[in-house]
């Protein structure tokens, strides 16, 4: 645990350095993320950059030790009984989301002129809008994503090479496992085995107060399957019923929110790019982290590799701060639709290029979008090189993804 902390410390100061300059704006800061991504570590590394500047109060919410602090009533006593007079106060709780209505109690402490307040949280339930609501606004999020390519090259100490590209497509960005070697396979299966049981146990079935486990666990693998296809409740529905499981849309629609709640999993929309709307149906689902994606495909591993790829990029645009939707254009698909701010990017994934059809499906689709927005196609072909046609630009896999 030690080396990961000092390497979060090192490589991953963009979250620490993005929320000490969101601090004294009198908004409650918002670490998400799924678990073991990252957060914990930040804010630790946060509090040892705090630790000069005023007192910390910290409380991290997975210490058995302050089990007895689970409501919003116990939140505010401990509060009072550690807050100084005399100085700034910065409140950090790791995993907030484990005291009952926490906001509350953070409403009142955030409008007073000595306190910043920074937490963390595994449930995008905890920013419900109810939540949202009680706040007034007063709350600022940062989500935390596991490791980048160029971040798991330096956590790991390796080269940019395939080999690592590939090391990463089945692995994945969570930080603690750079501590594992990478031979020890049945360690390392484990651990991402152990991450997924206490998202699917403590933030799905009894957060969501779950009763048909059998049909949730289905469902994770069965969008870890079919990831980057598009499909909805009443089509995985369908298919269900097919393997003699009787299930409601709404049922599935129910399923497939608490999944997604936990940040293991994003719905991604599909946007009219002539239209320039979003459709509300007919979603995309990706991971956010490769490896747990893996680990519910690991009879498979990388024998789907496009799909694994096209998930690489969707996580890429994400941690470089897009917003992202699968583009449509006339019974087209764009893979990646990416905005931030007045930028807006679209990029085409596959694995190779070479082959004619390939390469003239790919072009073509981007070519039907009429605007002047930079257009890419990502792909691991060795052959392809940065082609230039029309302004399009491929690029190779392993230099958008450490870029």
């Not at 790019?273 to 490896?291: M, N, T, V």
């Amino acid at each position: 645990m030690q080396k990961v902390l000092v390497m979060e410390r090192i490589l991953r100061n963009k979250y620490t350095e993005r929320i000490v300059n969101l601090l004294g704006k009198e908004e409650v800061i918002v670490l998400t993320g799924h678990r073991r991504a990252g957060k914990s570590c930040i804010l630790e590394c946060l509090k040892t950059l705090l630790v000069d500047k005023g007192k910390i109060l910290y409380l991290d919410m997975e210490d058995p030790d302050n089990s007895g602090i689970n409501s919003f009533e116990h939140l505010n006593n401990w509060i009072k009984n550690n807050i100084s007079s005399n100085t700034h106060n910065y409140i950090l709780i790791d995993e907030v989301q484990e005291i009952a209505y926490f906001e509350k109690t953070l409403r009142y402490w955030i409008k007073q002129s000595d306190v910043d307040i920074v937490v963390t949280g595994s449930n995008a339930m905890m920013l419900s809008s109810d939540i949202a609501s009680a706040f007034a606004g007063r709350y600022l999020r940062v989500h935390v994503y596991s490791l980048s390519f160029s971040e798991f090259l330096q956590f790991y100490s390796l080269p940019v090479s395939e080999d690592s590209l590939l090391l990463y497509f089945t692995w994945g960005g969570l930080p603690f496992l750079s501590n594992v070697p990478i031979k020890d396979v049945r360690s390392r299966t484990d651990y991402l085995g152990s991450i997924y049981d206490t998202i699917f146990v403590k933030d799905i079935v009894s957060r969501k107060q779950i009763r048909n486990i059998s049909l949730i666990n289905n469902l994770s693998r069965f969008v870890a399957d079919n990831s980057g296809k598009i499909f909805s409740a009443s089509s995985i529905a369908k298919f269900l019923k097919g393997k003699t499981v009787n299930v409601s849309s709404n049922t599935v629609a129910e399923y497939m929110e608490a999944l997604c709640a936990t940040y293991m999993i994003d719905c991604v929309k599909r946007y009219d790019i002539k239209g320039k709307k979003i459709f509300d149906q007919q979603d995309k689902y990706y991971f956010e982290d490769l490896g747990l994606r893996n680990y519910l495909c690991r009879d498979k591993r990388l024998s789907d590799i496009e799909k694994v790829l096209e998930n690489a990029v969707y996580l890429k645009l994400l941690q470089n701060g897009y917003e992202v939707y699968v583009g449509q254009l006339d019974g087209k698909e764009i893979d990646f639709v990416a905005r931030r701010g007045d930028e807006v990017n679209y990029y085409q994934v596959t694995l190779r290029i070479t082959n004619e059809e390939t390469y003239e499906r790919e072009i073509g689709n981007l070519k039907k979008i009429k605007d002047n927005h930079p257009k890419y196609i990502i792909t691991m072909d060795p052959l392809a090189s940065m082609i230039n046609d029309d302004g399009i630009k491929i690029i190779q896999a392993i230099d958008f993804l450490q870029g």
